[in-house]
Structures are given as structure tokens and as C-alpha cells.
């Protein structure tokens, strides 16, 4: 997702599942922003935000999205960058609770990202792509320690049923 600066961004974070419905910490980087609702159930557009409090929302980094049910926030995008929003739980990352948003820079000074330093490497440098590859290997590495972790602790408790 991309968005111009200045823009007001309403996200609603659905936790209903047939399988495993459980708390979602979710975390915005980068940004404060509103909780400005949260209920049981699935969000229902044409009901829900009639409940939505819009005189004192608390402002937060990390939402807990309630089990079985929804949490609506708003978030200024006032700072320049690719941000994550994430499940703070690590297993959940894993598999696929994240995205990110891209706030463009804005009209002054102040609201444009910083230029890369002069000596930063390019990817035509065989070094610098070397450590990327490295790097990206790690972390696919571990990726898949971890699932075959969540994997093989699934099978164990299967067993003692």
C-alpha cells in the first residue's frame, strides 16, 4: 500500500478464524495511531463505526486485536518511509502476519526521506550482493527452523491427545 504524506489511513484488523481464534498484538512501526473502535465478532462496515470513539481514542504503537473479534485504528502518515505492521507474536510473522505501507515524501524539508549517504554501496558491487544473499539465506534458513519447529511441536501434542 502506498499513500501520499498527510494521509489519514483507517485499518481494520479482523481476528474471527475457524481454527484458532487467539489474541493479535499488532504492531504499527514508525506511527502512533487511534484506536478508534474494537468489538466482537466480524466488523460489519455499515453498523460498526457508528460505535467508533472519535472524542478520545487512545493512541497507541500496539493494538490487541480481541479474540474473535475486531479493532479499527487511524494513523496519520506524517512519516516518510516503508513501515511494517506486524502480529507481535514472532510465530505469527512467520506465517504471514505483516505488511507493510509505504508513506511518500511530503512538500517540505522535513517530510522527504533522507538521501543515501555518498559511499553507500551499490548492488553492482559483487561484495555487497554477496552479503545480501547471505544474509537473505539466514534468514530463510531460520524461516524454515522455525516452521518445522511450530511443525513438530504440532505433532507432539497431537500425539499426547
Known sequence: MVVAYGTNIE??????????VENHPNHVHGHNFFIVGTGFGNFNEARDPAK?????????????VPMGGWAAIRIKADNPGVWL?????????????????????????????????PDLPSCYSINYCLV??????????????????????????GKRR
Open 85 to 117: 505492521i506486524h502480529c507481535h507474536i514472532e510465530e505469527h510473522t512467520s506465517w504471514g502476519m505483516a505488511m507493510a505501507f509505504v508513506v511518500q515524501n511530503g512538500h517540505g524539508p522535513s517530510q522527504k526521506w533522507p538521501s543515501p549517504p
Open 132 to 157: 545480501i544473499l547471505r544474509l537473505a539465506i539466514f534468514c530463510l534458513i531460520n524461516m524454515l527452523i522455525m516452521v518445522s519447529d511450530v511443525a513438530l511441536n504440532t505433532l507432539i501434542i
Open 52 to 64: 467508533y470513539n472519535l472524542v478520545d481514542p487512545p493512541e497507541r504503537n500496539t493494538v490487541a
Open 11 to 20: 485499518i481494520v484488523l479482523q481476528d474471527t478464524s475457524f481454527l484458532n
